[in-house]
């Protein structure tokens, strides 16, 4: 087990969990990818994993998705959805407002109405559900001019209203709510059309995951083995990870995009 869910649909769930599948074997090494996205991919998203070097920063397990230009990835699972619920997690080293999700009432989004959309520009994000938008809403300050992740929850409700939620697992989290429209969803579409690479922007994803009728949490950050507890063997994971083992859990305990001595200390305080 890498730490990674496949994509699959439930009966009452659709999950996509992670952006990205780790495929492995007995014999083989961790490989990333973003087939098991339904709608496909445009642009280039690059998965990250297989070594310390190219698996940094990511929330869960040893993959995420990068993405240095244009690029998305699309899900066309829901099927006249009137009730979606929505988490993932992103971190945006960027210099303009940039559009980072859609959601549309169509399988093509050209033939379809937006129903969401979120825009990001490093700083703080903009919730749209076609009826209404938010003001600003801040996202994780800088840490030493570095950007760290930013937890994205929502609950969308036809002809009624979206809510969403920004890191609601710290002591900086921002709530609100704004009106939806009259529209079922069939797609929805992770990632950018921003030409990131002129700007020298960049854009991660991590651990996305949607759900028809329940509201999906947030992952225990600092759970290095993804038991679902924190404990001493997360302290030794954590050390392992610092040396070159690649966790399979959430070793980013505060979220700040590396894994440093820092997060040995996040741990220690959480236990």
Not at 55 to 62: E, K, Q, T
Not at 110 to 127: H, K, M, P, R, Y
Not at 145 to 174: C, F, H, R
Request: glycine fraction near 10%.
């Amino acid at each position: 087990d890498e730490g990674f869910k496949t994509m699959k649909t439930m009966t009452r769930i659709i999950q996509l969990s992670v952006l990205l599948v780790a495929a492995c074997s007995m014999s083989a090494a961790v490989a990333c990818t973003t087939g098991a996205w339904s709608g496909g991919v445009t642009g280039d998203p690059a998965p990250l994993g297989d070594t310390p070097e190219t698996a940094l920063p990511r929330v869960s397990g040893v993959c995420a998705m990068t993405l240095t230009d244009t690029g998305s990835v699309k899900d066309e699972s829901p099927v006249g959805e009137d009730e979606v619920y929505i988490r993932f997690y992103v971190l945006g080293d960027l210099s303009e407002e940039t559009v980072i999700f859609e959601a549309f009432s169509n399988d093509s989004a050209a033939d379809g109405t937006e129903l969401i959309s979120i825009t990001f520009d490093g700083a703080n994000f903009v919730f749209d559900a076609g009826a209404g938008a938010s003001p600003d809403v801040p996202g994780k300050p800088l840490v030493a001019g570095k950007p760290g992740w930013n937890m994205i929850q929502l609950s969308w409700l036809k002809n009624d209203t979206m809510a969403y939620a920004v890191n609601a697992d710290t002591s900086e989290i921002q709530t609100g709510s704004v009106a939806a429209t009259d529209d079922f969803m069939e797609s929805v579409i992770l990632g950018t059309e921003a030409d990131l690479n002129a700007l020298g922007d960049k854009l991660i994803f991590d651990d996305y995951e949607s759900h028809r009728e329940t509201p999906v949490a947030g992952l225990l950050m600092g759970d290095v083995n993804g038991s679902g507890a924190l404990s001493i063997a997360d302290v030794i994971g954590l050390f392992n990870e610092l040396n070159g083992t690649l966790a399979t859990g959430q070793p980013d305990c505060n979220s700040s995009g590396s894994i440093s001595i820092a997060d040995v200390i996040c741990l220690f305080n959480n236990l």
